[in-house]
């Protein structure tokens, strides 16, 4: 799904424009190497929970694994202290003097239950009933994409680092997408072992184009030609080589510096640049919201990259902390 390593990737493939790219036959296509095996332990262990999480949710109902998830995520508030520390440094950051301590301690309480029930709801989304499943994805403001699409050019999806941003790529892909991600070649057995599951289960993720972080991303870029949506992050925090360009915008108040490797990419493809965000509700109710577009992308077609970064990057800043402010609790890489 998409992550940050995507972005990284991104950014290194902005050197090349897409009439450089070789044939399918010299590229590749994609596809993963030989990954780590999951070792036994671990797989009976995540059997174990998933068997539970199942024969929980088949007794007392997804509601009921929900107030399960929120009752384990309030637990986790009161004993990790460490995390609960993060959580509020985090939040101090963005919003200062602006958020009360007690609104603070509100929000942090809420983050972790979020998360929990997060991680419940994607360990066993492959053994929900489909249409149980599709009845909690809604997408706001599908016509942004739809539009977008029928252009023909491809879609970039710009996410950002707040809100479970790794289960957008599958529901998108669920309600019928043509998705392409990225999978870091060192991902936890947790996150490979559920995706392993999800392509056993679902045609639509088994088609899901993926690219490794040590790959360069020609794929992508013949995603976006053939009319595909490719998603990744644009407000990374953690930078991996000053030769990456970025971005300085105004984030809360603060100068921060964004990369700008996707949003070349798309500019050069032709792509439609739409935001993107997803909102936890209750009992695993999910909304993606695709917002307007970040520029016109017929009046992209006639400016330099320089321009197009001048008008995309400080809306997709401002957006994404509009969403920050309305969802506190939705704050990820802690």
Known sequence: MPSEELTVELQRSAAEPPAKIPPESEAGTGAPPIERSIPLLTRLRIGFVRHFLVGYARLFGLSGLYRLGRLFGTCEYLVDYRRRGRVHRKLSSLFGVEMSATERRRHVRRYFMRVRCDKMFYTIMDRIP???????????????????????????????????????????????????????????????????????????????????????????????????????????????????????????GQEREFLTGPVQMAHRCGAAMIPGYIVSRKNFYYQLIGGEPLIDPDTAAGLTEDQVLEIVMPRYAAGVEAFVREHPDHVMNI
Request: include cysteine; proline fraction near 2%; charged fraction near 30%.
């Open 130 to 252: 489909r249409g149980k499943l599709l009845n909690r994805i809604k997408l706001k403001n599908r016509r942004v994409v739809d539009d977008a699409l029928s252009r023909r050019k491809g879609v970039y999806v710009a996410l950002c680092h707040y809100g479970s941003h790794h289960v957008a790529g599958l529901m998108m892909a669920l309600l019928g997408y043509k998705i392409a991600g990225v999978r870091d070649a060192k991902e936890s057995h947790v996150r490979r072992y559920i995706y392993q599951k999800y392509r056993e289960t679902w045609p639509e993720v088994a088609d899901i184009k993926l690219v490794f972080t040590d790959t360069f991303p020609r794929v992508l870029y013949r995603h976006l030609q053939s009319n595909g949506i490719v998603a990744s992050l644009l407000d990374v925090d953690r930078l991996r080589g000053e030769h990456l360009k970025r971005y300085p915008v105004q984030f809360f």
